[in-house]
């Protein structure tokens, strides 16, 4: 198990390399790789999601929400000016905390998914 890899995650935070690391470390090299490849394709990078948030002032708002697979959220900021930028302020303050909880979610489904795999 390598977990350098996860070193070339863009965007990678101290917690939520923690988490990745505490969730892979009974892993063997074949389970660490297969899991890697499905967390990377399903992982977003907090600085995307930043980015996505700042379009929301150019009146496109909610992309952030839809990225984070929470569509209602996405639908609301969409048709509401991002809660008339104020949702959109607080989600450029945050963007970090979105991510990494959109992730988390992502690992445990990837740790899932793996395990499955494996079986």
Do not use: W
């Amino acid at each position: 198990m390598d977990e350098k890899y996860f070193y070339s995650f863009s965007g990678m935070e101290a917690e939520e390399f923690m988490l990745l690391k505490q969730a892979t470390k009974d892993m063997n090299e074949d389970q660490f790789k297969q899991f890697a490849l499905i967390y990377q394709s399903r992982r977003r990078d907090p600085q995307t999601i930043m980015l996505v948030t700042l379009v929301g002032f150019l009146g496109f708002s909610g992309i952030q929400r839809f990225m984070t697979d929470q569509i209602g959220m996405g639908v609301l900021y969409f048709f509401t000016a991002g809660l008339c930028f104020i949702g959109t302020i607080i989600d450029l303050i945050n963007y970090k905390k979105l991510a990494l909880e959109f992730n988390q979610k992502m690992m445990y489904e990837s740790l899932q998914f793996s395990k499955m795999m494996n079986h």
